[in-house]
C-alpha cells in the first residue's frame, strides 16, 4: 500500500518538474543548456511513463 502512495507522490512531483521545465523561457540560452534542459524533460518523462505503467498498468 506504501508503494502506491510512494508512486501516486513521485508522479505528482515528477509531473510538476516536467511542467515547470516546460513553462522555462528558453530565450538567449546556449545550446548546452538546451541540451541540459531537453535530457532532464526525457528523464522525467520517463519516469512518469514508468510510474503510470507500474500504478495503472498498461
Do not use: P, W
Not at 6 to 31: I, M, P, W
Amino acid at each position: 500500500m506504501t508503494d502506491k502512495v510512494q508512486a501516486k507522490q513521485d508522479l505528482e512531483f515528477c509531473s510538476t518538474e516536467l511542467s515547470k521545465y516546460q513553462n522555462l523561457s528558453r530565450v538567449g540560452l546556449r545550446h548546452s543548456e538546451l541540451i541540459a534542459i531537453d535530457s532532464v524533460m526525457i528523464r522525467l518523462k520517463e519516469r512518469i511513463k514508468n510510474l503510470r505503467e507500474a500504478l495503472y498498468g498498461a
